[in-house]
C-alpha cells in the first residue's frame, strides 16, 4: 500500500477537520501530491496539490481560503486542513501522485494523478 489517508469524519457547518496522507518513501517522492474528493453522483475533482521540491500549492476556487495543504517530508505525510466546512464540502476525499507540468505546477486533474490511496470519508451537516 502506497498510500493511505485518515481524518475523515462527521463534522457541523463551519467546522474543522484535517486529513493526512501517509504515503511510502518512494511514493512521496513524485513530484507533486495532491487531494481530491468525489461526492455520490458527481465526478472526481481536485481540491488542492502541493509541488514537493518547491512546496508551491495549488488550490480550487471553491476551497481557496479555506483549505490549506502541507506536507511534512521527515515523515513522508501530506495533510489537508480543512475549515469553515461546507455541507457541498461531503464528499470521500483521496491523495494522489502525479507528474508536475510547466516546471513547478501541479495541476488538480484528476487523469494525471497516477497512484491513489482508498480514500477518507467526509461528511458535513
Known amino acids: 500500500v502506497q498510500l493511505v489517508e485518515s481524518g475523515g469524519g462527521s463534522v457541523q457547518a463551519g467546522g474543522s477537520l484535517t486529513l493526512s496522507c501517509a504515503a511510502s518513501?518512494?511514493?512521496?517522492?513524485?513530484?507533486?501530491m495532491g487531494w481530491f474528493r468525489q461526492a455520490p453522483g458527481k465526478e472526481r475533482e481536485g481540491v488542492a496539490a502541493?509541488?514537493?521540491?518547491?512546496?508551491?500549492?495549488f488550490y480550487a476556487g471553491s476551497v481557496k481560503g479555506r483549505f490549506t495543504i502541507s506536507r511534512n517530508n521527515a515523515e513522508y505525510m501530506v495533510y489537508l486542513h480543512m475549515n469553515s466546512l461546507k455541507p457541498e464540502d461531503t464528499a470521500m476525499y483521496y491523495c494522489?501522485?502525479?507528474?508536475?507540468?510547466?516546471?513547478?505546477?501541479?495541476?488538480?486533474?484528476?487523469?494525471?494523478?497516477?497512484?491513489w490511496g482508498q480514500g477518507t470519508q467526509v461528511t458535513v451537516s
Open positions: 518513501e518512494y511514493t512521496y517522492s513524485a513530484n507533486c
Open positions: 494522489a501522485t502525479g507528474p508536475s507540468r510547466y516546471g513547478s505546477s501541479c495541476l488538480l486533474s484528476p487523469p494525471l494523478y497516477s497512484t
Open positions: 502541493i509541488h514537493q521540491r518547491s512546496g508551491g500549492t
